[in-house]
């Protein structure tokens, strides 16, 4: 029998942030969120993100692997949340001051077919768009120095915020860099100049090595037993699926590269490949557990401005992937205590169990 666990967490990567884990059975604080409908439809006559509808969508502005018979396209969003267009410049007064809403909001058709999940894609096809990922990140970074970072992400469900069934990621480019790149960038520096190694890869190095036995002070008995290994979901050549031990949401996984990188942009081929891999089965992993929880993805990278130069040797680029079981409550949003009701170590036991093909 587990024994529950009540205690905060601090995130290794960003210690200001913590994660209250309360596992008490019967003690339900959060609502349990539903999971969403699948729609498993491989073509819908009137959705226009599937093929024969492409005249629905605004101008495409990349198709992989080709315009004809595309599997992944690239639009602009019919309603972009940042524009070209320059609206009320210069209407700042006294504390209430506002940047331009200047920038880019792009949709990635992830896949031809409407309603496959991302792991029931295949890996030649992962592979294809996480390089579409890269491509389009670059070009935006190349396109206009005022756009800071480029954000890539993908809503899946009504509670993760997707509006439109098609299975499809977006691509938001920002005039300002994110509040959460910047503390783990500016966080992951300061260890560095103190350890002067990589903290994200002292995380895998533990995650693969560690182990420990706390025994209690007085009495000898064994009080914790810590098996770091214990979070690792998935491994690959070249990738590793771990499961945070101070995770935020309940099957929070984030997928790093083992070998340090810190811009996603430098990814191969190989990489690629295997990223797809690790990828596919991580989600297949959480598919089982969770059957079609709703979620989110996105990728955090070293952002290209002048401010982080200096940075690669201290940053480590990864992807967070984050279900959404449970609606955040009061407590959190007002304290900024997430509450995580799975132990992590449990979660990352029942996504490894899963037996894949
Ligand atoms: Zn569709
Ligand atoms: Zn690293
Ligand atoms: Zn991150």
């Given at each position: 029998m587990e024994k529950p666990v009540r205690e905060i967490r601090i995130?290794?990567?960003?210690?200001s942030e913590s994660v209250l884990v309360a596992t008490a059975r019967g003690m339900r604080p959060k609502k349990a969120e539903a999971p969403a409908p699948r729609?498993?439809?491989?073509?819908?006559?009137?959705?226009?993100?599937?093929?024969?509808?492409?005249?629905?969508?605004?101008?495409?502005?990349a198709s992989y692997p080709a315009e004809k018979n595309w599997e992944i396209r690239i639009v602009e969003n019919l309603y972009p949340v940042l524009g070209d267009d320059r609206q009320?410049?210069?209407?700042?007064?006294g504390l209430q001051q506002t940047i331009d809403g200047y920038g880019r909001h792009e949709v990635m058709i992830d896949h031809n077919r409407h309603g496959i999940a991302i792991h029931e894609m295949g890996e030649p096809h992962l592979a294809l768009l996480f390089g579409a990922y890269r491509d389009r990140m670059e070009q935006l970074y190349r396109s206009n120095s005022r756009l800071r970072y480029v954000l890539v992400f993908k809503n899946f469900g009504p509670a993760a915020g997707a509006s439109i069934a098609h299975t499809h990621s977006q691509v938001i480019a920002t005039p300002v860099i994110p509040d959460n790149v910047q503390a783990e960038v500016s966080n992951s520096r300061a260890f560095y100049h103190k350890n002067h190694h990589c903290v994200f890869c002292s995380l895998i190095d533990e995650a693969l090595t560690f182990e420990a036995t706390i025994y209690d002070r007085e009495s000898g008995e064994i009080r914790r037993k810590i098996n770091v290994g214990q979070y690792v979901i998935e491994r690959g050549k070249r990738f590793i699926a771990i499961k945070p031990f101070a995770s935020r949401y309940e099957w929070e996984v984030h997928i790093l590269p083992l070998a340090h990188q810190s811009d996603f942009l430098r990814i191969s081929k190989d990489d690629l490949n295997d990223l797809a891999r690790v990828m596919r089965r991580t989600m297949a992993r959480l598919d089982a557990v969770l059957g079609g929880a709703q979620y989110n993805y996105f990728l955090h990278s070293l952002p290209h401005d002048v401010q982080f130069e200096g940075c690669e040797a201290s940053y480590h680029w990864h992807l967070e992937i984050t279900p959404r079981t449970s609606i955040p409550t009061g407590f959190e949003l007002g304290s900024g205590l997430f509450v995580n009701t799975v132990a992590p170590e449990m979660a990352a036991e029942k996504l490894r169990a899963v037996v894949l093909d």
């Open positions: 995130n290794p990567i960003v210690p729609d498993t439809r491989s073509h819908v006559e009137t959705c226009p993100f599937c093929t024969g509808n492409e005249h629905m969508t605004p101008p495409v502005i009320n410049p210069n209407l700042t007064f």
